[in-house]
Structure formats: structure tokens, C-alpha cells
């Protein structure tokens, strides 16, 4: 491996392999917005307390889950909180029954659209049309993009705390214009636009980078390097800390296999290098650069576990 360092001096060392674990976090993605804004513009990669709203007008951009929670945070110390949308979103109760949402139905595999349906209907006894809080109606199904595991945001725009805005069309000094052709005045705008995938220090060619984003044999691995692998390039609806354990188990087994010259390690080179699986579980994730490295945590964590088996 060659690499330089801060100081631009170059270095060359012999691995016995690399492994990518930078995240998928690191790299904030920023709209860029007609016009200047003379308040603060910040991204959520900024947010640390929710005192910095103090007395101030703000406007969140983007209903996703950090947006809804930051949104619900800044009601308890802002003088008005607005949430600016361009699609629709599906959202779920933290709880449900009195258990952790994202626990709930995990023995029971049902397919892909009975589920969506089923959930959907569940939703609407517990939160209710989001519609008629003023959300955009979603145009595409539940589960083909994350949803927003908060409630509370609907019960805040419910009793007038938070407002549903339209996507912005253009800043004007402390002014935001909405595509609707509504505008109104904030102090502090941040944008919960999510994560950029960010390996600066990589060759894209390394990666198979395709699109938006790599093209890895289970999102680890690349096709034509058996030495290196990307740790927790996946997002899942309730994958956890598990799914991103399972991966390091079995990079680390295909490492140890290859360094011993096992066998085992032949099957597993052979599939990285030919089509890659379907990891969808049936759905039809948005096409999205924050979905472009979504899976379906059971068919995901099946074919993990079933590769790292094959290594034991």
C-alpha cells in the first residue's frame, strides 16, 4: 500500500489488508440555495445543543430523523420552528405496545408488499394521516426510503408548535421563499440533509465506484481486491450495531482465510467477483444518493452470516 501523509511525504508498506471504517457520517452534504442568507446557515453536522436556538426564528430543512428530532428539541427554546419538506414521509412511534418499535415483527417474515401494506394500515391507527399536518402525500410505498422513526414531531405541528413549509425556491438577505410563493423571515436555518459517502484518501477505481456509490460484494468487498474491505458502508431500517458486527466478523474470517491459504477462502473470492446479490428484500428503494447503499436488514444479515459460516 502507498499512501501520503499530511506533510506530502509518501509512504509504501506491505499489508496484509486494509480495511475502509471511516463511516458513513463524515462528510456533511450541503444544499446549495439561490441567493444569500444573512442569519446562520448551518448543517446539522453543527448541531450540539439545543440552547443555540434560544429566542431565534428557525427554519429545519429536511423531515428526516435527525431533522424531526432536532425539530422537537428546538420548540423547547426557539421563538418559532418551521420544517421545510419536498416529499412526503411514512412515521413510526418509537414505541409500539410498549416495545421499541424496530423490534416488533422481526420473527415473522412476511413479503415485501403484504408488509408494506400491513405496516402502513398500523401506522394510520397510531399517527394518523401525516397529510393532514401539512406534509406533501408520500409518492412512493413504505420501507422504499427510510422512515422517521418519530411521532412526537407530529404531535408538536398538531398543537401548533412547528410548521410544515413547502422546499425552498430562493434566501433573500433573513428571508426564505417557498416554491409555493409564501415567504417568511428566520434567524438560523439548518439543513438536515443528511451525509455524503466520503473516502477521500481512496481511488475511487479501488472501490468500483458506479453512480453514487461503490459497487461492493455485500458492501464490503471489492471485486477485484481480495485484500481490502469498506466496514459499515450499509443503512437498514433497525440493521443496529448487530448487522455492522456480522460484517466484522466475516472480513475478518476472509482475511484469516486467505492469510492461511484455506480453500474456504476460494468460494467467497469467486462470488465477490460475479454478479452481485439482490439485497433489496423486494423493495424499490428511491433512487437516492442516501439510498444508494440501503439493504433489507433480514436478506442482508442472511447473506452475511451464511458467507461468514462458509469460512468457519
Not at 412547528?162 to 438560523?188: C, K
Not at 460484494?217 to 456480522?246: C, K
Request: aromatic residues 12%; charged residues 25%; contains cysteine.
Amino acid at each position: 500500500m502507498t499512501w501520503t501523509d499530511a506533510g506530502g511525504s509518501t509512504h509504501s508498506e506491505v499489508f496484509g489488508g486494509v480495511v475502509i471504517a471511516n463511516g458513513t457520517l463524515a462528510e456533511p452534504s450541503m444544499p446549495r440555495f439561490e441567493g444569500h442568507f444573512d442569519g446562520e446557515l448551518l448543517h446539522t453536522a453543527a448541531y450540539k445543543h439545543p440552547q443555540r436556538f434560544a429566542g431565534k426564528r428557525v427554519l429545519v430543512v429536511g423531515a428526516g430523523n435527525s431533522g424531526c428530532d432536532i425539530a422537537v428539541d428546538a420548540v423547547h427554546y426557539a421563538a418559532s420552528v418551521d420544517l421545510s419538506v419536498r416529499r412526503g414521509y411514512y412515521f413510526v412511534p418509537k414505541y409500539l405496545f410498549g416495545k421499541p418499535a424496530d423490534t416488533l415483527g422481526g420473527k415473522l417474515r412476511l413479503p415485501a408488499w403484504l408488509k408494506q401494506r400491513i405496516d402502513a394500515k398500523v401506522l394510520q391507527w397510531f399517527t394518523g394521516d401525516p397529510v393532514r399536518f401539512g406534509f406533501p402525500k408520500p409518492d412512493y410505498r413504505m420501507y422504499e426510503s427510510h422512515p422517521v422513526v418519530n411521532s412526537l414531531v407530529l404531535h408538536h405541528i398538531g398543537h401548533g408548535d412547528i410548521a410544515v413549509r413547502p422546499d425552498i425556491a430562493r434566501l433573500d438577505g433573513r428571508t426564505v421563499h417557498f416554491r409555493d410563493g409564501s415567504a417568511r423571515d428566520y434567524d438560523l436555518v439548518l439543513c438536515a440533509t443528511g451525509y455524503k459517502l466520503h473516502y477521500p484518501f481512496m481511488d475511487p477505481a479501488l472501490l468500483d465506484w458506479e453512480g453514487m456509490a461503490p459497487r461492493l460484494y455485500l458492501n464490503i468487498f471489492p471485486r477485484r481486491h481480495d485484500n481490502l474491505a469498506v466496514m459499515g458502508m450499509i443503512e437498514a431500517s433497525g440493521i443496529g450495531w448487530q448487522g455492522r458486527y456480522e460484517q466484522g466478523e466475516l472480513v475478518a474470517r476472509f482475511f484469516k482465510a486467505q492469510a492461511e491459504g484455506s480453500p474456504r477462502a476460494d468460494a467467497l473470492r469467486q462470488a465477490k467477483a460475479g454478479p452481485p446479490p439482490d439485497l433489496s428484500g423486494g423493495y424499490r428503494y428511491l433512487k437516492l444518493e442516501r439510498m444508494a447503499y440501503y439493504v433489507h436488514k433480514d436478506t442482508y444479515r442472511d447473506a452475511v452470516r451464511s458467507a461468514a459460516a462458509a469460512l468457519a
